[in-house]
T-cell receptor
Framework: QQPVQSPQAVILREGEDAVINCSSS?????VHWYRQKHGEAPVFLMI?????EQKGHEKISASFNEKKQQSSLYLTASQLSYSGTYFC????????????FGQGTELSVKP | GAVVSQHPSRVICKSGTSVKIECRSL??????MFWYRQFPKQSLMLMAT?????????EQGVEKDKFLINHASLTLSTLTVTSAHPEDSSFYIC??????????FGPGTRLTVT
């Protein structure tokens, strides 16, 4: 039950905003967001545990809808450093952190 | 904090040989670590859950006799690819779990089997 991410790819100009969605066919215990740059390991961005929860730091934030089946990642006033592939990771039950990752969204920020 | 190291970063081996990859949590104890495989332009595919002091739990379709996992201490898990073949060439990444189940990834190991 791999979560579905959309869009698959997005190209932005510096300063523009983007939204990446992550949908599951079943209710989730938690949703994680990670960013991976080419040839590197993924880096943890944030985790959402409660339906209706919203989190953020700097200009990257995320929400987890009430039914706990969808999460969205919001990138505002994008910077060149935001480029990379964004993955959502979903945990079905409290499984000690066992995640199933979406297929990824490739984000390119151009000057 | 929350640093995970992996060694080696790159390895080239001949078909039929075995390769061991080490994953260490440097500044925290990790009772659970995960091993992933990632092919180019694809997502991270979970291979197994490594639990300290017990047998690893493998995902469906992953051969446990081919991918040997040992989690001998709270800071070290190892993945051994036995009798490697070219189709095993991939990027192998480990992660260790924090208190809120967030995952901290190692830098990955690029395995090339010739």
């Amino acid at each position: 039950q791999q979560p579905v991410q959309s869009p698959q790819a997005v190209i932005l100009r510096e300063g523009e905003d983007a939204v990446i969605n992550c949908s599951s066919s079943k209710a989730l215990y938690s949703v994680h967001w990670y960013r991976q740059k080419h040839g590197e390991a993924p880096v943890f961005l944030m985790i959402l545990l409660k339906g209706g929860e919203q989190k953020g730091h700097e200009k990257i934030s995320a929400s987890f809808n009430e039914k706990k089946q969808q999460s969205s990642l919001y990138l505002t006033a994008s910077q060149l450093s935001y480029s990379g592939t964004y993955f959502c990771g979903t945990e079905m039950n409290n499984q000690g952190g066992k995640l199933i990752f979406g297929q990824g969204t490739e984000l390119s920020v151009k000057p | 904090g929350a640093v995970v190291s992996q060694h080696p970063s790159r390895v080239i081996c001949k078909s039929g040989t075995s390769v061991k990859i080490e994953c260490r949590s440097l500044d925290f104890q990790a009772t659970t670590m995960f091993w992933y495989r990632q092919f180019p332009k694809q997502s991270l595919m979970l291979m197994a859950t490594s639990n300290e002091g017990s047998k690893a739990t493998y995902e469906q379709g992953v051969e446990k006799d081919k991918f040997l996992i040992n989690h001998a201490s709270l800071t070290l898990s190892t993945l051994t690819v036995t009798s490697a073949h070219p189709e095993d060439s991939s990027f192998y990444i480990c992660s260790a779990t924090g208190q809120a189940h967030e995952q901290y990834f190692g830098p990955g190991t690029r395995l090339t089997v010739t």
